[in-house]
Antibody, heavy 120, light 108 residues
Framework: QVQLQESGPGLVKPSQTLSLTCTVSGGSISSGIYYWTWIRQPAGKGLEWIGRISPSGTTNYGPSLESRVTISVDTSKNQFSLELTSVTAADTAVYYC????????????WGQGTLVTVSS | EIVLTQSPGTLSLSPGERATLSCRASQSVSSSYLAWYQQKPGQAPRLLIYGASARATGLPDRFSGSGSGTDFTLTVSRLEPEDFAVYYCQQYGSSPYTFGQGTKLEIK
């Protein structure tokens, strides 16, 4: 079965760029029938959809972060990535990657999540 | 953007009791494109229900979802100790795909 695993720095300085990678195992990221998604959750708070990417590289972003976020895919490594620029303390959160479908955007499975803290 | 409001914020019940969680949308959710997730401390959310009423693979049948339009419900017919967690609804009928703020189901 497909599994997802986030990786990246756990600490980022304010105004810098947050970069995370999600590695997909147990299935090909380029199978063509799934989209690949990033979601975040500040401590003790709810979930926020950041955006998604198709295997061909088509992206959709949520409006609150759209000006600062880039999601990319590397099919040769079976990975997709998140970049969030000009971070502030408000971007401190657990970041999850997950799988969805082109028209049926429920999220399953999820990675275990990785905590990113924005602090100097 | 569709805003989802979950109620109650916290639900205190005992094992064996029935739990009813509500999710109300600020506008109609097209095609009943609504999902429910369970999240336990330190874990990622787990998909329970999609399409408002379809159970995810392997989900016990004590979990059921219902509703359409703007009002949706997750019911747990007989609570087991492992069911105490936070539950989120999510709509995927229109982008951005939004979540409710969650209902915490706690042991009474």
């Amino acid at each position: 079965q497909v599994q997802l695993q986030e990786s990246g720095p756990g600490l980022v300085k304010p105004s810098q760029t947050l970069s995370l990678t999600c590695t997909v195992s147990g299935g090909s990221i380029s199978s063509g029938i799934y989209y690949w998604t990033w979601i975040r959750q500040p401590a003790g708070k709810g979930l926020e959809w950041i955006g998604r990417i198709s295997p061909s590289g088509t992206t959709n972003y949520g409006p609150s972060l759209e000006s600062r976020v880039t999601i990319s895919v590397d099919t040769s490594k079976n990975q997709f990535s998140l970049e969030l620029t000009s971070v502030t303390a408000a971007d401190t959160a657990v970041y999850y990657c997950a799988r969805s479908r082109p028209w049926l955007n429920w999220f399953d499975p999820w990675g275990q999540g990785t905590l990113v803290t924005v602090s100097s | 953007e569709i805003v989802l409001t979950q109620s109650p914020g916290t639900l205190s019940l005992s094992p064996g009791e029935r739990a009813t969680l509500s999710c109300r949308a600020s506008q109609s959710v097209s095609s009943s494109y609504l999902a429910w997730y369970q999240q336990k401390p330190g874990q990622a959310p787990r998909l329970l229900i999609y399409g408002a009423s379809a159970r995810a693979t392997g989900l016990p049948d004590r979990f059921s979802g219902s509703g359409s339009g703007t009002d949706f419900t997750l019911t747990v017919s007989r609570l087991e100790p492992e069911d105490f967690a936070v539950y989120y609804c999510q709509q995927y009928g229109s982008s951005p795909y939004t979540f409710g703020q969650g209902t915490k189901l706690e042991i009474k």
